[in-house]
Nanobody, 124 residues
Framework: QVQLVESGGGLVQAGGSLRLSCAASGRTFSSYTMGWFRQAPGKERDLVAAISWSGVTAYYADSVKGRFTISRDNDRNTVYLQMNSLKPEDTGVYYC?????????????????WGQGTQVTVSS
């Protein structure tokens, strides 16, 4: 069992930066692929970035490549999402998720555990 708690969301102007954190409980954190999903109002929950259990392999959606960076610290049971050059279209609720599939699997159903989400709002 893994419990996930996100933090770091907020309101930022376009071009600004935010760093999201996801703290996990449980001793098996290091065995999970971790993902960050985004859900805008009225839209589906989409995978933004994911990272392998070792931190070696990462996946990014085309819309965030070059602007977002995912990382993890297995000693601290935490995964991060550094978001730079934010755009209004990055607005949404960001969810942290843990799964056992390969990095880049985008289906929501492939992730077993979810956080409660943190709101990110980018103003123009």
């Amino acid at each position: 069992q893994v419990q996930l708690v996100e933090s770091g969301g907020g309101l930022v102007q376009a071009g600004g930066s935010l760093r999201l954190s996801c703290a996990a409980s449980g001793r098996t954190f290091s065995s999970y692929t971790m993902g960050w999903f985004r859900q805008a109002p009225g839209k589906e929950r989409d995978l933004v970035a994911a990272i392998s259990w070792s931190g070696v392999t990462a996946y990014y959606a085309d819309s965030v490549k070059g602007r977002f960076t995912i990382s993890r610290d297995n000693d601290r049971n935490t995964v991060y999402l550094q978001m730079n050059s934010l755009k209004p279209e990055d607005t949404g609720v960001y969810y942290c998720a843990a799964g056992v599939g390969r990095v880049g699997v985008r289906q929501v159903s492939e992730y077993n555990y979810w956080g409660q989400g943190t709101q990110v709002t980018v103003s123009s």
